[in-house]
């Protein structure tokens, strides 16, 4: 007997089902402000995230680390271990702290998607292990709204892949 996540997986394999894997840099410019964002103690971020965030930020190491990325199915639990995302909470009280125009886009696009009118660009998340301590950290790096709007009923995202010493 497969679990739901297998099920869904199976169902959206590598951007099915309406969704697309982001291929270029198009959402390369959040690394910078997110990295530039910690480094100016507004919003601090895991070392290990930190680290693949300064990796990252070459937009080549950032291209072919997509290339190499894996497709994993995030619900609403999963989504509870990710930082920087509201996807983890309900979307009833998560959409409250979104931007409403953001809530009002992916709503459009939801519909839109649902419709066979769109595909939509997948989030983008970072793993980042440790080799050391063996601690492995997620974090969000793009697609917050649509983790959040979709997380309820599973949304595909690109994981990257990152370990360091």
């Known amino acids: 007997m497969k679990t739901f996540n297998q099920f869904l997986e199976e169902a959206y394999g590598a951007g099915?089902?309406?969704?697309?894997?982001t291929k270029g840099t198009e959402e390369h410019d959040e690394i910078g402000y997110q990295l530039k964002a910690h480094k100016e103690g507004i919003a601090p971020v895991h070392p290990s995230i930190a680290?693949?965030?300064?990796h990252l930020s070459d937009p080549k190491n950032y291209a072919r680390a997509l290339q190499k990325s894996k497709i994993r199915?995030?619900?609403r639990q999963k989504l509870k271990h990710v930082e920087?995302?509201?996807?983890?909470?309900?979307w009833v009280s998560g959409r409250k702290q979104l931007n409403k125009g953001k809530v009002d886009r992916a709503d459009k696009?939801?519909?839109?998607?649902?419709?066979?009118?769109?595909k939509l660009p997948m989030p983008v998340i970072i793993r980042a292990k440790n080799k050391k301590?063996?601690?492995?950290v997620e974090h969000n790096v793009s697609g917050n709204t649509r983790l959040s709007r979709h997380g309820g009923k599973g949304v595909p995202?690109?994981?990257?892949?990152?370990?360091h010493d």
């Open 109 to 118: 696009q939801a519909s839109e998607q649902e419709k066979g009118k769109r």
């Open 16 to 21: 099915k089902k309406g969704w697309k894997p």
């Open 73 to 75: 199915i995030y619900n």
């Open 133 to 136: 301590t063996g601690e492995t």
């Open 51 to 54: 680290k693949a965030m300064e």
């Open 157 to 163: 995202a690109q994981v990257i892949h990152f370990e």
């Open 84 to 90: 920087n995302t509201t996807g983890g909470e309900g």
